[in-house]
């Protein structure tokens, strides 16, 4: 898609695809086309409660033309879809680390993270939003999809300055 926010990982409840779901839906009625993309083995997994939880919200939001779940992905096809979407979300409740958003970082992906656990110590320059209030994680969305050219710039070289902390 043209305009997309991402998330990569489990279904897990920690990672609350429920509440990105629902931002989703907030966000999506402000900006045209928008799509969300859920890369993971998980979201194909049809035996899993949790899965079969996630495509019910998704068809009682009435947006399952506008999300993409793609199952596993190669991590070089990977990076190509993180150096594509428009922002990043991790909305997890709980993380024990948070790999995805530094390597969204690294592919010049926007992030906007959970202000909890510690996704909050190594988010850096993310915006950060509370993972129990979907309003929030939608505003963040927003607030990163309607930055200027030269705002975005900013924040992609903030996180690249930002991975240099890691190794």
């Not at 839906?25 to 969300?36: F, P, Q, T, Y």
């Not at 993971?40 to 009682?60: A, C, P």
């Not at 929030?136 to 300055?161: F, P």
Request: some cysteine; hydrophobic content about 45%; aromatic content about 8%.
């Amino acid at each position: 898609p043209r305009h997309f926010v991402l998330y990569v990982g489990d279904v897990n409840w920690n990672k609350n695809i429920p509440g990105l779901l629902q931002a989703f839906n907030m966000a999506r009625k402000s900006i045209a086309d928008l799509k969300l993309v859920l890369v993971g083995k998980q979201f194909l997994n049809y035996e899993l409660v949790e899965t079969r939880d996630i495509n019910e919200l998704i068809h009682k939001l009435d947006v399952e033309s506008e999300v993409v779940r793609l199952g596993f992905v190669k991590d070089e096809e990977l990076a190509v879809i993180y150096s594509l979407a428009s922002v990043y979300v991790q909305p997890s409740f709980a993380e024990g680390f948070g790999f995805p958003i530094l390597e969204a970082m690294a592919c010049g992906c926007p992030v906007v993270a959970s202000n909890v656990s510690s996704l909050k110590e190594i988010a850096g320059p993310s915006r950060l939003v509370d993972p129990t209030k979907s309003e929030d994680i939608s505003r963040g969305i927003l607030e990163v999809l309607k930055k200027s050219a030269s705002q975005r710039e900013k924040l992609i070289e903030e996180g690249r300055k930002w991975l240099e902390r890691f190794s």
